[in-house]
T-cell receptor, first 108, second 114 residues
Framework: QKEVEQDPGPLSVPEGAIVSLNCTYS??????FMWYRQYSRKGPELLMY????GNKEDGRFTAQVDKSSKYISLFIRDSQPSDSATYLC????????FGAGTRLTVKP | GVTQSPTHLIKTRGQQVTLRCSSQ?????VSWYQQALGQGPQFIFQ???????GRGNFPPRFSGLQFPNDSSELNVNALELDDSALYLC???????????????FGPGTRLTVL
């Protein structure tokens, strides 16, 4: 079992849809949880950063962390074609562990 | 921001390669990652104040240096075909008592080993 599991997708939604992206993990030592967006042939770009359980909202993006279930989510409201990218979950205790990424396409 | 050079690189099996990174100003921690096609980044190692501060599951032929001027290098000896990947560096500010800060990634160097 991988330390971080991420739904592989790919995921295709119409413009304006609500997108839900998820990851599960096995290491209970993880304290910091992040979501990165990566466009093709580019480096990952930090979207959301949360510490411990709870919700965090930033514009159209909401990150949720449930440490008891070892489950994190990213919701994107009113999705736009410019949101088309690969979304990587990441988490860390000392060094960072990434999921494999979910490729999202938002169709106009 | 974080910059990396070169953008692309082609090497042959058995050769050695040096990749370079310039951290974001004020950041004293740099981490290097290998990202194979279709996969998430895998942690290679981290440097803090010019000392290795953690290492992932990579062999010793992967080595690094961090310099006082916020630049760093990743060196890979005896290149293998499986070393073909996007190599990313990420810098972060290091705050005492915090196990992990947010990391800011460079655009990466795409290495192809033939």
């Amino acid at each position: 079992q991988k330390e971080v599991e991420q739904d592989p997708g790919p995921l295709s939604v119409p413009e304006g849809a609500i997108v839900s992206l998820n990851c599960t993990y096995s290491n209970s030592a993880f304290q910091y949880f992040m979501w990165y967006r990566q466009y093709s042939r580019k480096g990952p770009e930090l979207l959301m950063y949360t510490y411990s359980s709870g919700n965090k909202e930033d514009g159209r993006f909401t990150a949720q962390v449930d440490k008891s279930s070892k489950y994190i989510s990213l919701f994107i409201r009113d999705s736009q074609p410019s949101d088309s990218a690969t979304y990587l979950c990441a988490m860390s205790a000392h060094d960072m562990r990434f999921g494999a990424g979910t490729r999202l396409t938002v169709k106009p | 921001g974080v910059t990396q050079s070169p953008t692309h690189l082609i090497k042959t099996r058995g050769q050695q390669v040096t990749l370079r990174c310039s951290s974001q100003s004020g950041h004293n921690t740099v981490s290097w990652y290998q990202q194979a096609l279709g996969q998430g980044p895998q942690f290679i190692f981290q440097y803090y104040r010019e000392e290795e501060n953690g290492r992932g599951n990579f062999p010793p032929r992967f080595s690094g240096l961090q310099f006082p001027n916020d630049s760093s290098e990743l060196n890979v000896n005896a290149l293998e075909l499986d070393d073909s990947a996007l190599y990313l560096c990420a810098s972060s500010p290091r705050t005492a008592g915090v196990a992990a800060d947010t990391q800011y990634f460079g655009p990466g160097t795409r290495l192809t080993v033939l």
